[in-house]
């Protein structure tokens, strides 16, 4: 069983949808929590970044944790075509020399105009 | 708004030959990372640098991959003899250091096709 689990989609809206990506965890030691955009052959540039339970809006991003379901969201408002790439969750643990992050395979996202 | 810096953008190379990636993290970051991301998938961490020591390791390929750090400013990653199956995506991250609260800001990556 992977430590992060990720529906990898794709996932398609119409502009202006609501957006709903979901990830879920088997670790009870993650302690940190991030949101990651990847556009095609880019490297990942971090969106949201949580520690602990609750939400935490950033515009037109919600992030969501809940440690308790082991469960955390991403929510996009008014979605554009530019938000078409692929969302990527990311979650700390402790490790040898520091924390080790563990990153979901991804969804992708296309948005139409 | 500084950025990690990474070499070559795209290689493309055939099985048993030897390849090299090499990253240039921003300035004062302490920790470096190796993650490889496979067609697909999220990436997955090849090897983490703290300073010019290794911390982390676990995961690469010893046999094969081979990575340093030696003033612990940039950092090679190698792979040598390369296989059909290492062809992915190479991922250069930083961070001020490594603990949890540290955000790691990757750079463009490097895209490897063996043939």
């Known amino acids: 069983q992977k430590e992060v689990e990720q529906d990898p989609g794709p996932l398609s809206v119409p502009e202006g949808a609501i957006v709903s990506l979901n990830c879920t965890y088997s670790?009870?030691?993650?302690?940190?929590f991030m949101w990651y955009r990847q556009y095609s052959r880019k490297g990942p540039e971090l969106l949201m970044y949580t520690y602990s339970s609750g939400n935490k809006e950033d515009g037109r991003f919600t992030a969501q944790v809940d440690k308790s379901s082991k469960y955390i969201s991403l929510f996009i408002r008014d979605s554009q075509p530019s938000d078409s790439a692929t969302y990527l969750c990311a979650m700390k643990r402790g490790n040898t020399g520091g924390f080790k992050t563990i990153f979901g395979a991804g969804t992708r996202l296309f948005v139409k105009a | 708004e500084a950025e990690v810096a990474q070499s070559p953008r795209y290689k493309i190379t055939e099985k048993s030959q030897a390849v090299a990636f090499w990253c240039d993290p921003i300035s004062g970051h302490a920790t470096l990372y190796w993650y490889r991301q496979i067609l697909g998938q999220g990436p997955e961490l090849l090897v983490q640098?703290?300073?010019?020591?290794?911390?982390?390791d676990s995961q690469l390929p010893k046999d094969r991959f081979s990575a340093e750090r030696l003033k612990g400013v940039d950092s090679t990653l190698k792979i040598q003899p390369a296989e059909l199956g290492d062809s992915a995506m190479y991922l250069c991250?930083?961070?001020?250091?490594?603990?949890?609260?540290?955000?790691?800001?990757f750079g463009p990556g490097t895209r490897l096709t063996v043939l």
């Open positions: 991250a930083s961070s001020k250091g490594p603990q949890g609260a540290d955000t790691q800001y």
């Open positions: 640098f703290q300073d010019e020591s290794v911390v982390d």
């Open positions: 670790n009870s030691a993650f302690q940190y």
